[in-house]
Each structure stands twice: as C-alpha cells, then as structure tokens.
C-alpha cells in the first residue's frame, strides 16, 4: 500500500498570505504546504482522504489519474472546498464519498448540485425525466456526480481491495473522523483521542496525526501531545501533519525524530 501526501498544512496553508516568518519566508521545499490530504493506493484501488483548496493542484503534481472513493474527515473548508475538482473523475459514473453523517449533510448542503439534479437553477423535473437529466449532467453539463454514504463510528466498509474503519476522534467540541486502513492509520485535526479509538489504533504499523504547533491550541494536539499518542500507540513512526507556519520541517525533526517526523507535500511512502 502507497501513502502520498497530497498537503500537510493547517487551513492557512504555507507560506500564509501576507505573512514575512522564516518558515514562510522558507526556500526549503519541505516548509511549502497545501491543505491537509492524502491518496492511498493499493494495486488498482485509489482512495483520497479530504480534497481542500488546492486538490486540483495536489492532484495534477501527485499524477492521479482514476479515484474510486474519497473519505472526509469533517467538513470544515480547507478539507472540503476542493471537492468539485472531482467531477473529472465522474464522467463515467458517479464517485462514492464517505463520511459522518453530519459531515456528509454539510457537504450535501454546500454541493448540492452534485448530489441531485433537482437542485440545478431553473429547472423542474419529474421522475421519468431524473434519469435522461442524470445523462446528461454526466457528460454535458460538467458538473460532478456524486454518490453519498454515511458512516458510523467504529463501523468497517471496504472500497476495492482496501478494509477501511472510521475512528472518531474529538476537534476541539467537534466529532470528527479518522480512518484507520491495515496497518495504516490516519487522523488529522485532533485534540483528544478516547480510550476506545486508541486501542483501535494500536498496532498501527505508521501513524499520521494532526500536529499543529509547540504551543497549546483549543482544538488542535501540539506536537508534544501528538508524540505522546505515537509512543503509546506503539508505532514504529508516526508523521506529523496539519502544521502551521511557526515551526520549520527541519526543528520538528531535530526535536521528535526518531519516532515522530515532519510530513511534508508529495512524500510517498510504502505501508
């Protein structure tokens, strides 16, 4: 199984607009950051976990040419607002989505012409002319074709050759979503994890989690507390991601290696 990072930062992304820190200002490659996503690829199957701002650019530099589902943690927007890019990959059917419930009423609500053709403007159908309009918005209308389904907390589903499991994990005063593949587990934006989740991680071979900054945040782990999750985990590496501008790729490895490391864009690792 492949793992790429698609983006590993925070919903500002790096370098931040108008802002002159060292780690913006930063010529090393490892500091420039598009919002938080992933793509694992295990022979045929492709899956992408969140589509932020810049999917369209994250997917053109990753190489993705077909995707068979795509997860969602939440709905905030740097892990959401990329989402109609997809309909390049819907010209011939429709693209199962996967999330929470209420993660999937939100996406649902912000795309819904995606979802359904009763929400194109204008337009008035009944129910012997849905599928000729679905035809049509495949293949004329350009917009994107979009199946949901709901997931439960701890519930497992499988999408091609890939056993998936939603963990949930707490963002701040928000239920959010990790999702753990073999050995393989991956969860972003997270400031507590229950004792439940966490005997779902353990045996996790490699560990991606969210892991803002050095100092506290209300909804986001600090990078202690991140390392604190990956030792007891019992993982042999975990990567930080979702990081913001305050600390550079080369002090978060001078500080957490050798069981915890930086993520940055387009790192491609085999699981």
Do not use: Q
């Not at 999330?99 to 979802?115: K, L, P, Q």
């Not at 929400?119 to 002319?129: I, Q, Y």
């Not at 073999?182 to 934006?189: A, E, M, V």
């Not at 202690?224 to 990081?243: M, N, P, Q, W």
Request: charged share 25%; with cysteine; hydrophobic share 35%.
């Amino acid at each position: 199984m492949r793992i790429t990072f698609l983006g590993t930062g925070t919903s500002h992304g790096i370098p931040v607009i108008a802002c002159s820190c060292p780690v913006c200002k930063s010529s090393d490659y490892h500091d420039k950051r598009y919002r938080s996503s992933i793509m694992v690829e295990d022979g045929d199957t492709v899956i992408v976990i969140d589509t932020g701002y810049e999917f369209r650019l994250s997917a053109i530099r990753a190489g993705i040419k077909k995707i068979d589902a795509v997860l969602y943690t939440h709905s905030h927007s740097d892990h959401i607002m990329g989402l109609d890019d997809l309909r390049v990959f819907t010209h011939e059917r429709s693209l199962p989505l996967y999330g929470s419930r209420d993660t999937m009423d939100h996406i649902e609500n912000v795309f819904s012409y995606a979802f359904s053709v009763h929400d194109w403007p204008h337009m008035h159908v009944d129910k012997e002319e849905e599928d000729a309009l679905r035809e049509l918005k495949k293949h004329n209308y350009g917009l994107p074709l979009l199946e949901r389904h709901d997931v439960s907390p701890y519930e497992s589903f499988r999408i091609g050759s890939l056993e998936i499991k939603a963990l949930p994990v707490m963002h701040g005063m928000m239920e959010i979503y990790g999702y753990r593949i073999g050995k393989f587990t991956y969860i972003t934006d997270v400031s507590k994890i229950s004792e439940r989740t966490m005997d779902e991680i353990r045996g996790t071979e490699v560990l991606v989690l969210g892991a803002l900054r050095e100092r506290r945040h209300p909804t986001h782990f600090t990078f202690k507390e991140a390392y604190d999750v990956a030792r007891e985990s019992g993982c042999r590496l975990c990567y930080f991601t979702h990081i913001n501008h305050e600390t550079s790729y080369e002090d978060i490895n001078r500080r957490y290696a050798p069981l915890c490391l930086s993520s940055y864009d387009n790192l491609s690792l085999e699981v």
